[in-house]
Structure formats: structure tokens, C-alpha cells
């Protein structure tokens, strides 16, 4: 037995009001499959609605598959807002065990929410937040660049975002990775006539704003960069670029996902100042 009539969730009021952010997919999934278990102990119908009104649902399903489709749509919606979909499900488990159904414990609901990087856990009586990420700021307009660039940029940081959520971290690092690598082509061309950058690609152009760097902060900068996308790129490494190596790869947990995506998000705001103090006729500091 997990809970009690009076362990309700207590978590932060604004939460109801205004989302913290998602859950993962991966949490809405597994939740999912845990109610298929608690529904097979009994009437599957009946319980498929209790979870049904949890989640706001009105009215009975006129079937038990359209049951079970109405239960996902609902999950998927209350999936936009982490903590009440949190409560929602808890709540279910407190119905359905006062029905005489068993229900999952607090360690799996945890282990669930953890494995996934949900970032929270149930501490009874309260929900707590085990992080607070949140994505590192990449200035809205780049000045120097034309719509078509700035387009590219809000498309990738957006998709980056999406699949951190849904919980597809290989693929969020691989399409900020990708950013970068583009962004660094906007300094093609530029510089004074001795000096100017005539790389094609990430490794070429860095290494070329490097040397015209040395013993300055930038040229520490670009080669921590470097290091990051080395690393990233390396099939023994975060493998995004070119595949992994499947003897010595490395998987990229969640968490560090979200790492990865920041840093990149740092770097590119370093790359999108640099670039407009250039366009505007400073060199680099």
C-alpha cells in the first residue's frame, strides 16, 4: 500500500497556472503501461475511465478501445504541463487502490520519472523539482544576419527544444550541433585583406579565427568549441555526426543532453557577437 486518503500532492501554487514545461515522453509512456497492469486486475473498462477523470476527462467512452484512445489523447494533452500531470496520475493510483486494485509504489513511480530526467520526484507530501534547466538564452535577432539566417537559427534552437522534451537527446544535440556548424560559415570571407578567413567548414574557420586569436580570451573560447564538437562528433563519443561506434560508444544520457544543447547555446551566442561586432567594423576584441 503506497498512499493514504490524505497524501496529496502539495507542489508549487504557480504550477497550476502557468506550465514549468512538459513531462517527457517517455514518462507519459511508461505511466501509460503501468495503468495497463492495475487495469488488468479487474474491470479494464471501469478502470480505464477512473484514469480517464483524472486526467479531465468528461463523459464514458462508447467502447473499451475508445476508452483506451480517449485515456492517451488525455495524457498526451496533460503531458504539457509536468507537475499536473504528475498529480493526475497519482491521484489515479490513490482511486484505484481505495477500488482494492495494487498499484505501483512510490520507488517505481520515481524510478520512472528519473530514468526519463523528468526533473521531479514525489517526496510525500510534496512534489519537488530535482533541477531547474532551462535552456540557455540565443539572442531573437542576429543584426548581422539576413531573415533567412535568423529563420534557421529560431527553426533549430525550437526542434533542439522539441526533442529534449520528448525525450530524443542524441537527435536535440544533433540539430543544435548542426547549428553551430552553419553558423560558423557566416564568418567565410571575412576579416582584413592579409588575414581573411577562407575556411568551408567548422574545423577550417575556427582554427583560422583561432590564429588570428592567439593570447587572447576568444582563442580559449574557440577551443573549448572545438573540444565540444570534437568530442560530440567522435563515434566514441556523442557520436551525433558521425554514428557511434557500437564495441566503445558512449550512450548520451538525458541530462547530459541538456548539458551539451546549453554549451552549444553559449557558444552560439558567442559566435552571433562576434559576427555583429565584425559586420559592424570591430575585429575581434
Not at 75 to 81: G, K, L, Y
Not at 195 to 209: A, C, D, H, R
Not at 218 to 238: A, K, R, V
Request: hydrophobic share 40%; charged share 25%; aromatic share 8%.
Amino acid at each position: 500500500m503506497i498512499v493514504r486518503t490524505d497524501e496529496l500532492l502539495k507542489f508549487d501554487k504557480s504550477w497550476r497556472f502557468k506550465s514549468p514545461g512538459p513531462i517527457p515522453q517517455g514518462v507519459v509512456r511508461d505511466f501509460y503501461d503501468l495503468i495497463e497492469k492495475i487495469a488488468s486486475q479487474g474491470d479494464v473498462w471501469q478502470v480505464v475511465e477512473q484514469c480517464k477523470n483524472g486526467f479531465g476527462g468528461i463523459g464514458r467512452s462508447s467502447s473499451p478501445d475508445w476508452a483506451w484512445s480517449d485515456l492517451s489523447r488525455l495524457m498526451d494533452s496533460s503531458a504539457e504541463n509536468a507537475p499536473l500531470f504528475i498529480e493526475a496520475f497519482w491521484n489515479c493510483c490513490v482511486d484505484l487502490e481505495q477500488s482494492g486494485l495494487g498499484v505501483p509504489d512510490l520507488q517505481i513511480i520515481n524510478a520512472i520519472m528519473a530514468e526519463h530526467d523528468a526533473g521531479y520526484e514525489i517526496q510525500l507530501p510534496d512534489l519537488i523539482a530535482t533541477r531547474a534547466y532551462t535552456p540557455i538564452p540565443v539572442p531573437r535577432l542576429a543584426p548581422s544576419l539576413d531573415e533567412q539566417a535568423r529563420a534557421l537559427i529560431d527553426e533549430c534552437l525550437a526542434e533542439s527544444e522539441r526533442l529534449l522534451d520528448a525525450g530524443q537527446g542524441r537527435r536535440a544535440v544533433q540539430e543544435i550541433l548542426f547549428l553551430l556548424e552553419s553558423i560558423t560559415t557566416a564568418f567565410r570571407g571575412m576579416g582584413e585583406d592579409t588575414v581573411t578567413i577562407q575556411g568551408k567548414y567548422f574545423g577550417p574557420i575556427i582554427n583560422e579565427m583561432k590564429k588570428r586569436e592567439r593570447g587572447k580570451a576568444q582563442e580559449n573560447i574557440l577551443t573549448w568549441m572545438t573540444t565540444l564538437h570534437g568530442y560530440l562528433s567522435s563515434p566514441t563519443g556523442g557520436g551525433v555526426r558521425h554514428g557511434t561506434d557500437l564495441k566503445e560508444g558512449i550512450a548520451i544520457q538525458p541530462h547530459e543532453a541538456r548539458l551539451y544543447c546549453n554549451l552549444a547555446r553559449s557558444y552560439l551566442t558567442f559566435l552571433l557577437e562576434e559576427h555583429d561586432q565584425q559586420t559592424n567594423g570591430a575585429s575581434f576584441r
